[in-house]
Nanobody, 127 residues
Framework: QVQLVESGGGLVQTGDSLRLSCATS????????MGWFRQAPGKEREFVAS????????NYADSVKGRFTISRDSAKNTMYLQRNSLKPDDAAAYYC????????????????????WGQGTQVTVST
């Protein structure tokens, strides 16, 4: 059974940094391209960042470029999202997702590309 479990959410202040983790099990981690999405109350889910299965390519939403960094650790079957200079607009439920990819260096930005999803972790940013 495939499981993706996010952790690291919580309440932070504007300007703070926070790292989210996505621990995976039940899948061959190196076969999957991974991604982060977020959804704020009353808004649609949006793409945040993605990383190829080979760890050679990354992609970011314009709103987070330069502030967020996606990474993965194959030894731990875990993906991360380091978020710096947090803003109130970054407050949302953050979800990790996995897509079994045949391409080593391709990243995916559409939620519909992903087969597996975590349950989400909530991030609140106070001013």
């Amino acid at each position: 059974q495939v499981q993706l479990v996010e952790s690291g959410g919580g309440l932070v202040q504007t300007g703070d940094s926070l790292r989210l983790s996505c621990a995976t099990s039940g899948l061959t981690f190196n076969s999957y391209s991974m991604g982060w999405f977020r959804q704020a109350p009353g808004k649609e889910r949006e793409f945040v960042a993605s990383i190829s299965k080979s760890d050679t390519s990354t992609n970011y939403a314009d709103s987070v470029k330069g502030r967020f960094t996606i990474s993965r650790d194959s030894a731990k079957n875990t993906m991360y999202l380091q978020r710096n200079s947090l803003k109130p607009d970054d407050a949302a439920a953050y979800y990790c997702a996995a897509h079994r990819s045949i391409f080593r260096s391709t990243t995916y930005v559409q939620g519909s590309d992903y087969e597996y999803w975590g349950q989400g972790t909530q991030v609140t940013v106070s001013t």
